[in-house]
Structures are given as structure tokens and as C-alpha cells.
């Protein structure tokens, strides 16, 4: 019945992919290859795509100009604290919606469920307010706490369907064998849900990472800046300076593109629950 | 066993606490709060201030630039997600390949979605420059433009300066959702469909669209909802101008909200908005809920 498809439709298949792969990712190709191009290669009339030297000196600029190493080290921090935070918030809230019974628990879902497509925009004018009174403007715990509001409905869902597929066997047995939830979760559950977990880690670690709403209006100081605002100074301060400022944007973004690939797979099955089955 | 179940509520409520204490502490009174707000004239962060019952509705419901807002909202959303929805099938078509080389075409083509939108901005200003850009070299060597000119500084085109980064940063989810849908399309339909003599032009549109259309419709509102209220590309990039062509709801509250200090009527902008996001929503539950349950 099958029958082999012809070698050539598969080289033509191969090769429309490239084409179309490239057109779209073109961006990121120019970007890439420019923050590599010594300053006069960038401003010319008659770019090229390749450059003519290979050059790091943009990005050795880069790390001497102003601020920035402290830039990525805040943001670091901030993006850190939020990942383990929601780590432990989600996989304990999990836990209970999986395995405990307790009151409330359909409005805990549905509430998790719908906070998932809940925007930053309705929540920048309140989460100002509460940090003022609070006096937590210009701190990273401030940041922290806002990533939370987004980084918990995804940890959560995530965490709660891998849970589900874990046969409930495994839990009961623990706790037979007198383990308390507290060991159960952390000795038996969290150590077989490693893909969860570094999902859950990295989802959490490149929002904090990446946002700018909040980190612009809730840090006022230099020294508490994050890398997407301070990527922002830059550009006010090196407005022509594109070689600088690509530099800067694969600087920011390679840690991210890294830590996707390595979990690509698990990340897209995360991000399509809810709306798949399974 | 009265007591072990009354226990094991115990710890149930002790393991859920910091969940609800979060999404209380971050999310519903914030939100609440916003309601309130919108019924005062508070300005800023001063303390002082008073309830002024509908007046922000009022105000609002009178205001030409809210119109213009929600306007420039709807329009990015639906070019938008039209756009994305092309490109991002496009791609799911190409991508539904049993061969090796699949798994890096997809790791590339999924790349945009996981930019930091400071870096979308970087990457398009850049694209964009009218001097040493590299999109103007190529208008200019085919000779579709005379003149080098920049995309975003002009009030006609500055909306499609704007939706091109959009649709750019929104497809690859279209991209992956819709891979997993073709993917779990029953094979021995198209054998079948091959065997009566079918086209390939009516097997694509009647197998292959015909099976996708329920996550073609889930897709478009997840992405629907997202773009409606993105803030970070267009404030970026444009800021709304040029003369308020790229303003959309979010700028606005935005700009209401901090610029402008008017925290108030910042507010009643946002549960406008909020009001829209429930009915997306509620289309979108309606719409899983259905799936789901003609699945089992």
C-alpha cells in the first residue's frame, strides 16, 4: 500500500524549508552576523549579510560599557528568585489539587486556569499602588513578587497534569509505609518529575528574565535595573550604535534560545494544555 | 478515620495556602482593588482621594482618543491573527514530516516566540533604518522605493511597521499547536480518500483544514487574547504615534496610568479591557469544554 515518495520531492521539500526558514528567521540572522561586524562594516549603504572580519570587539565593548554587567547580574537574581519560588509554591499547590482533599478546591482551578491568560497590562496600575504602600518600590523583591502572578498558573498546570499521569499507587504506597505528604512529594514524586520541574524552572527563570513592563516602572534606580530596561539605556544613550546594541541583544537572548532547546519538547506540550488533551 | 480525613484536609489547606496567599496577594486584590479605583479620582501615588461614582465611565465613554484606542485594538488583533494564522499553518503544513531534520527546523522557526520583546524591538529598529537597513537596501536595489524612508515614521504605515513584529513574535505557537493537530490526524483517511479517487487539492481541504478547523478556532482566540492586550512591542517601537496612529487600549491605560498620572481613569480603561478579555474568555472555555467533552 505505502509507496516510497520520489527522492527529488524530498530534496524539493528540504529545500523550500530552508528558503521559508530563512525569510522568517531573517531577522535574527542579521542581528546575529551584525553584532559580529566591526562598527565601520554597520554603517555602510551596500550591507552584507556575512561580514567581511569576524570581530568580538563589540561584545568586549559591551561588557565595559556603563552598567551592564550589573544589569544581568539583577536580573539574574531576580530571575533566580522567581524560579525557585514558583518551583516551590507550584509544586506544593499541586500536590494538594492532585492528591488531598480540601475546601475550595474547583475555585483553586478554575481560578489557576484563568489566571493563565491573564495579561500584564491589568495588572501594572494595582501591583504599583500595593508596592508603594508597601515600600517595596525599587526593590527585586517587588519584581519577584509580580512575576509570580504569571509564572504560577503555567507552574501550576504544568505540574498538576504531569502529577496526574503519575499512578496514583505510588503515593498511596508512600504514605502506607508512613512517609508524610512532605517526604512523599520531595523523596518519591519531585525526583521521578524532573522534566516538569526544569520546565517549570525555565519558563519562571526567562520571564524574569525578559519582562519589561514591570521592571521599568517598578525599579527607579540604576543599580536595581534589569537587562531589558537597561538594554533600553543603551539604546537611548548608543541610538546609531548598532553593532553595540546587537551585541547586546544576542547577549540578553542566547541564554534564553539555550535553555528552550533543552527543553523544547516538554515546554510546547506545557504550553498547549488546556487547550489539548493530554 | 474521621480524624485521618479530617488530617489529611489539614495538610491539604497547609500544602494550598502559599498558592492562594499568592494568587489572592498578586492577582485578586489587585484586581479588585483596580474596580474600586476606577470609581475615585486618584491621582498617582497621593493618598488623598475621592469616590466619584460613573464619572471615569462617563468620561470615558466620551473620549475620541478611547475610541481610536479600541479601534487601533481590534485592528491589530485582527490582521494580526490572521497573520499569524497563515504563517504559522504555512509552517505546520511544512513542518508535518517524518524526517530527522524536522526537530531543528521547528527549534529555529520556534526561536521568535522566546525573544525578550526588547530584543524584537532591537532586531526590527535595526531592519527598519532608513540609512543603513537592510530592508531599504533591498527596496532601494529593486527599485520599489526612490527614496529611503523608515516605515514607522510615516502615519500610514506605521501600523504595518508595527504588526509585522507582531505576527513575527505570534506564530511559532500557532506553529506548534497546529504541528500537534496535524500530527494526530488519522493516516488511512487520505489512503481511503486516495483509493475514491480524490485530489490532492480536495483531500487538503477536506481532510486535512476539515480535521484542524477546532484548534484552528482555539488557536486564533489564545492568540486573539494575547494581542489584544500586548503592550511592549507598540509602546517600544512607536509609542503610538506617529499622531496617535498605533495607539492601542493597553498603550493608552499605560499612558493614562503613568504619564499622565490619572491612576483613576487609567483604571476604568483597564476593566473596559477586562471586560473584553471575559468574553474572549468565555468563548474560549466554551469552545475547550465542547472539545473536550466530544472526546471522551
Not at chain 1, 509507496?3 to 528567521?25: D, E, N, R, S
Not at chain 1, 548608543?238 to 553595540?244: E, G, I, K, P, V
Request: hydrophobic residues 55%.
Amino acid at each position: 500500500m505505502k509507496h516510497k515518495k520520489p527522492f527529488w520531492k524530498t530534496v524539493l521539500h528540504f529545500l523550500v524549508l530552508c528558503a521559508v526558514t530563512f525569510i522568517v528567521i531573517f531577522p535574527l540572522v542579521i542581528t546575529l552576523f551584525t553584532s559580529l561586524k566591526p562598527p565601520n562594516e554597520v554603517i555602510t549603504a551596500t550591507p552584507t549579510l556575512l561580514p567581511h572580519d569576524f570581530t568580538l570587539e563589540n561584545y568586549i565593548k559591551l561588557f565595559k560599557v556603563r552598567n551592564f554587567p550589573q544589569y544581568m547580574l539583577n536580573s539574574l537574581v531576580v530571575a533566580s528568585f522567581t524560579a525557585v519560588l514558583s518551583l516551590l509554591i507550584s509544586s506544593l499547590g499541586a500536590c494538594a489539587i492532585v492528591w488531598m482533599k480540601f475546601p475550595g478546591k474547583r475555585v483553586v482551578i478554575n481560578t489557576v486556569l484563568a489566571a493563565y491568560m491573564f495579561p500584564q497590562i491589568l495588572l501594572i496600575i494595582p501591583l504599583f499602588i500595593m508596592c508603594y504602600c508597601l515600600n517595596l518600590i525599587d526593590t527585586k523583591f517587588s519584581l519577584v513578587l509580580a512575576y509570580l502572578s504569571f509564572s504560577l498558573p503555567f507552574s501550576v498546570w504544568m505540574l498538576k497534569t504531569f502529577f496526574e499521569s503519575i499512578p496514583k499507587e505510588l503515593m498511596e504506597a508512600a504514605l502506607m509505609d508512613g512517609c508524610s505528604y512532605w517526604q512523599a512529594l520531595t523523596k518519591i514524586i519531585l525526583p521521578i518529575s524532573l522534566s516538569s520541574i526544569t520546565t517549570v524552572l525555565i519558563f519562571s527563570f526567562v520571564l524574569g528574565w525578559s519582562e519589561y513592563l514591570f521592571a521599568v516602572n517598578l525599579i527607579t534606580t540604576d543599580a536595581n535595573r534589569t537587562i531589558a530596561v537597561g538594554l533600553q539605556t543603551l539604546l537611548g544613550y548608543y541610538r546609531t550604535d548598532f553593532a553595540l546594541l546587537t551585541a547586546a541583544s544576542i547577549t540578553m537572548s542566547l541564554p534564553v534560545f539555550c535553555l528552550f532547546v533543552m527543553v523544547q519538547k516538554y515546554f510546547i506540550k506545557g504550553l498547549t494544555v488546556g487547550a489539548v488533551k493530554g | 478515620m474521621k480524624s485521618a480525613r479530617s488530617q489529611q484536609s489539614k495538610t491539604g489547606l497547609l500544602f494550598i495556602a502559599p498558592l492562594v496567599l499568592c494568587i489572592i496577594g498578586v492577582l485578586i486584590y489587585p484586581l479588585c482593588n483596580s474596580i474600586v479605583l476606577s470609581f475615585t479620582n486618584k491621582m498617582f501615588t497621593y493618598v488623598k482621594y475621592d469616590f466619584i461614582g460613573w464619572d471615569n465611565y462617563i468620561k470615558l465613554f466620551q473620549d475620541d482618543l478611547f475610541w481610536l484606542a479600541l479601534f487601533h485594538s481590534f485592528k491589530f488583533t485582527v490582521f494580526g491573527v490572521l497573520g499569524a494564522l497563515a504563517l504559522g499553518l504555512l509552517l505546520a503544513l511544512l513542518l508535518n514530516k517524518n524526517t530527522k531534520y524536522i526537530a531543528f527546523f521547528r527549534g529555529l522557526l520556534f526561536l521568535p516566540w522566546t525573544l525578550p520583546s526588547i530584543v524584537v524591538v532591537l532586531t526590527f529598529r535595526w531592519l527598519y533604518n532608513d540609512f543603513y537597513g537592510y530592508i531599504n537596501y533591498i527596496l532601494l536595489k529593486s527599485h520599489i522605493i526612490d527614496v529611503p524612508f523608515n516605515i514607522l515614521s510615516s502615519s500610514k504605515t506605521a501600523w504595518i511597521g508595527v504588526l509585522i513584529p507582531l505576527i513575527w513574535c505570534y506564530y511559532p505557537f500557532v506553529m506548534v499547536f497546529l504541528l500537534a493537530a496535524l500530527q494526530s490526524i488519522d493516516k488511512s483517511l487520505y489512503q481511503v480518500a486516495e483509493l475514491d479517487g480524490a485530489t490532492k487539492w480536495d483531500m487538503f481541504w477536506h481532510i486535512t483544514l476539515s480535521s484542524l478547523k477546532p484548534s484552528i478556532i482555539v488557536v486564533a482566540i489564545l492568540e486573539a487574547i494575547w494581542m489584544f492586550c500586548s503592550f511592549d512591542l507598540v509602546f517600544l517601537l512607536t509609542n503610538g504615534g506617529p499622531a496617535n496612529e498605533t495607539l492601542t487600549l493597553s498603550l493608552y491605560i499605560y499612558k493614562m496610568a503613568f504619564p499622565a498620572k490619572n491612576m483613576a481613569y487609567g483604571t476604568a480603561l483597564s476593566v473596559i479591557m477586562f471586560i473584553f478579555l471575559i468574553i474572549f474568555t468565555i468563548f474560549y472555555f466554551r469552545l475547550v469544554g465542547r472539545k473536550q467533552n466530544s472526546e471522551t
